[in-house]
């Protein structure tokens, strides 16, 4: 059974510190790692992807790879009130396939 | 303007009866997707097609049918056999464009039994 965990939280940040979701995978074939934003209410929305070990930066967005620990990491900079909502951890094992995602962390920023 | 449509956003039915949510996208993708959400709950796959007129059960596949006749549109019905169908339906798509794959959703639908 493949397996994606995630703390569930809620993780309180204020607002402008560094939020850090973490997030670990049984499956050691996953090739692709996502992290998708979810409102209340709303569908999930993709905000990052990282394929191979290392970091990936897109604005205030890091997401962090490392295959040999099976972890998968997302660093939102500058936190702001609109940030806050839960994040899901999805990860693939290959391209078009379904993903495997955990419960999510629900996160809320402090102004 | 692209990207996935999921109709009706709210859907209220009697037990016992089938219901079917459409699900179209002008994406040109090849692979879609039915998941299902339930409170405090991570999605949980209930069938997926990589290719017109096929497709394939997923975890929770039971009291569930689908077909893919056309690229763009994939029907869920949820059938009277499902148990508990009272849920959040999310619709998706994706594309693997040079090594690089990404999946997308659609609004969702929420569906209510009574």
């Known amino acids: 059974q493949k397996e994606v965990e995630q703390n569930s939280g809620p993780l309180s940040v204020p607002e402008g510190a560094i939020a850090s979701l973490n997030c670990t995978y049984s499956?050691?074939?996953?090739?692709?790692f996502f992290w998708y934003r979810q409102y209340s209410g709303k569908s999930p929305e993709l905000i990052m992807s990282?394929?191979?070990?290392g970091d990936k930066e897109d604005g205030r967005f890091t997401a962090q790879l490392n295959k040999a620990s099976q972890y998968v990491s997302l660093l939102i900079r500058d936190s702001q009130p609109s940030d806050s909502a839960t994040y899901l951890c999805a990860v693939a094992e290959s391209g078009n396939t379904p993903l495997v995602f955990g419960k999510g962390t629900r996160l809320s920023v402090i102004a | 303007d692209g990207g996935i449509t999921q109709s009706p956003k709210y859907l209220f039915r009697k037990e016992g009866q089938n219901v079917t949510l459409s699900c179209e996208q002008n994406l040109n993708h090849d692979a879609m997707y039915w998941y299902r959400q339930d409170p405090g709950q991570g999605l949980r796959l209930i069938y997926y097609s990589q290719i017109v007129n096929d497709f394939q059960k997923g975890d929770i596949a039971e009291g569930y049918s689908v077909s893919r006749e056309k690229k763009e549109s994939f029907p869920l019905t949820v059938t009277s056999a499902q148990k508990n169908p009272t849920a959040f339906y999310l619709c998706a798509s994706s594309t693997e464009t040079g090594g690089d794959y990404e999946q997308y959703f659609g609004p969702g639908t929420r569906l209510t039994v009574t």
């Open positions: 499956d050691r074939g996953s090739q692709s």
């Open positions: 990282i394929y191979s070990n």
